[in-house]
């Protein structure tokens, strides 16, 4: 059973940063893809970043691109999302998700596992 566990999330000032941390469990090789989306209040979901485990491919949103990095540990099956520049505008709940794949997927409905999400808010 694949398992994804969030944490990192906080509240944080504007101009500041962030680390959030996915750990999946319950994928037996490399061969899967991970996305980080959020959500904000009244908003849908929107895709932030992406990565793919073994040939580590990395997409992120034009919203995101400069600011924050998305890596990854295999040995540990830890994705990090590193958030950098904080603005109020990035305060949402940040979900990672994962699905089998080789190829980087940047769309909601191509991921199968979703973790129970993490508070971010950026205000002064």
């Known amino acids: 059973e694949v398992q994804l566990v969030e944490s990192g999330g906080d509240l944080v000032h504007p101009g500041g940063s962030l680390r959030l941390s996915c750990v999946a469990s319950?994928?037996?090789?490399?061969?899967?893809?991970i996305g980080w989306f959020r959500q904000a209040p009244g908003k849908e979901r929107e895709g932030v970043s992406c990565?793919?485990?073994?040939?580590?491919?990395?997409g992120y949103a034009d919203s995101v691109k400069g600011r924050f990095t998305i890596s990854s540990d295999n040995a540990k099956k830890t994705t990090f999302l590193q958030m950098n520049s904080l603005k109020p505008e990035d305060t949402a709940v940040y979900y990672c998700?994962?699905?089998?794949?080789?190829?980087?997927?940047?769309?909601?409905?191509?991921?199968?596992?979703w973790g129970q999400g993490t508070q971010v808010v950026v205000s002064s």
């Open positions: 998700a994962a699905t089998v794949a080789t190829s980087i997927r940047a769309r909601e409905d191509e991921y199968d596992y």
């Open positions: 319950g994928f037996s090789s490399d061969d899967y893809a």
């Open positions: 990565i793919t485990m073994r040939d580590r491919d990395i």
